[in-house]
């Protein structure tokens, strides 16, 4: 759209528009249609824009979709992550980190946290 501008240039054109931007440190980004199915976002670089009040968001990264009810938990049921912080006496971001190193083997990820 602009050619070949550098990204100063384009910040301080930004600016002098009136449009903010911030970088957002996610995790994880859930959009939750309205037919009840999600399109998740892993590893998500995310950017809130503010243009005169108007607040937007860009959101990048590696997406899949969830049918609806898909990964959802039944009434007392317990997630892997909140099974792991029981067993390990750890932190859900510890607990999830866990999970995401052994790609989602629960018992793999509990053996991992204890040191064993």
Avoid: W, Y
């Amino acid at each position: 759209m602009f050619g070949k501008i550098d990204p100063k240039q384009m910040a301080s054109m930004m600016k002098q528009m009136g449009i903010k931007t911030d970088e957002i440190d996610a995790a994880r980004v859930v959009i939750e249609k309205s037919d009840g199915s999600k399109i998740v976002v892993e590893n998500p670089q995310v950017q809130a824009i503010d243009m005169r009040g108007q607040k937007s968001f860009q959101v990048s990264g590696d997406s899949h979709d969830e049918a609806a009810g898909e990964g959802a938990l039944s009434k007392g049921e317990k997630s892997d992550a909140e099974i792991i912080m029981e067993e390990c006496n750890c932190t859900l971001q510890e607990a999830e980190a866990a999970l995401e190193k052994t790609k989602g083997d629960l018992a793999e990820a509990i053996l991992s946290l204890k040191g064993d």
